[in-house]
């Protein structure tokens, strides 16, 4: 079953194509087919202003109209477009959901961050690791931060913070919005230790890259802390050159590490697992799960 998904971010709007196939035992294999990343960066504008400009509207139709050729030349059966933090913040962002509707026939969902949190929990990977450990799954975006602790092999909480990259380049995230999601985070998991850390999002996939580590090993607190220290001591564009980034990851690099730090050291969590996995993964197995109910 060919199945897509969208991702339309603060930084970035990402399709992916998966072709789910079932094994045996209820077991599902995803073949990703295709995933395509174009740096919108929504966000900017979104949280300075409040709203998207017209050229923005228009790069984002364009954007649809490109992966809505793309679904159609790899005959996708179902498809679930979702856009978060800046869309949700952006006062215009139901006028131009519908204008890309009208262009290009895609539907878009805004989701709220605390679905938005129920998304990427459905990639279930903390059920494939140690079932005598807690496990904080920490998505970083460009405008929010969304966390889901999982334990004794159920669901502790989900919560969603509006504490992102693009937010934090536009210097707007309050020290009383730090400090509420660090009394959240050691208040809610005081009582479920030990606990390790699993990491999505553009951003820790880029360090997980760079650390050179075999795929299943975890990345521990310190090393992320050195990769800081490296990262914040150069220039946007010393990082670019010196590490091969895009300059849409050059610039929100540093924040998401300074979010992950964070987060790891209120939680007690001295490492983090990469399973480079996200939102638009987890609308794939949505989709497949409700299409298996029907």
């Known amino acids: 079953m060919i199945l897509a998904a969208i991702d339309i971010g603060s930084n970035a709007a990402r399709l992916l194509i998966s072709d789910a196939i079932p094994y045996e035992n209820g077991v599902v294999d995803y073949t990703k ?38 679904m159609d030349i790899y005959k996708v059966e179902s498809y679930r477009a979702c856009a978060t933090s800046a869309m949700r913040d952006a006062r215009n962002g139901k006028q131009i959901i519908k204008d890309v509707l009208d262009e290009t026939d895609i539907r878009i ?32 975006g460009g405008g929010s931060t969304e966390i889901t602790l999982f334990s ?25 919005q730090w400090n509420h999601m660090k009394w959240y985070i ?35 607190l310190e090393l992320l802390r050195d990769y800081f220290r490296e990262l914040s001591a150069s220039t946007v564009a010393e990082r670019m050159h010196l590490y091969n980034f895009r300059a849409d990851r050059a610039d929100v690099i540093v ?25 638009a993964d987890g609308l794939i197995k949505m989709q497949y799960a409700e299409r298996m109910r029907l």
């Open 109 to 140: 969902e805004i989701i709220a961050g605390q679905e938005e949190a129920n998304i990427i929990y459905e990639t279930h990977i903390a059920e494939n690791l140690s079932s005598g450990k807690s496990y904080l799954y920490v998505d970083v």
């Open 186 to 220: 050691k208040t809610h998991t005081t009582k479920h230790q030990p606990l390790v850390a699993i990491g999505s999002g553009g951003n820790i996939n880029k360090i997980f890259s760079l650390s050179k580590k075999k795929e299943g090993k975890p990345l521990p």
């Open 255 to 279: 924040p998401a590490l300074e979010i992950f730090i964070a987060i790891m050291r209120w939680s007690g969590a001295s490492e983090i697992y990469v399973p480079r996995i996200g939102l």
């Open 152 to 176: 004794d092999n159920h669901i502790v909480f989900k919560e969603s913070f509006n504490i992102g990259t693009i937010r934090m380049l536009n210097k707007s995230v309050t020290d009383e």
């Open 33 to 70: 087919l295709t995933l395509l990343r174009i740096p919108l960066r929504l966000g900017f504008e979104v949280f300075e202003k409040g709203i998207i400009s017209p050229e923005k509207a228009k790069q984002l139709i364009a954007s649809m109209k490109a992966y809505k050729l793309l």
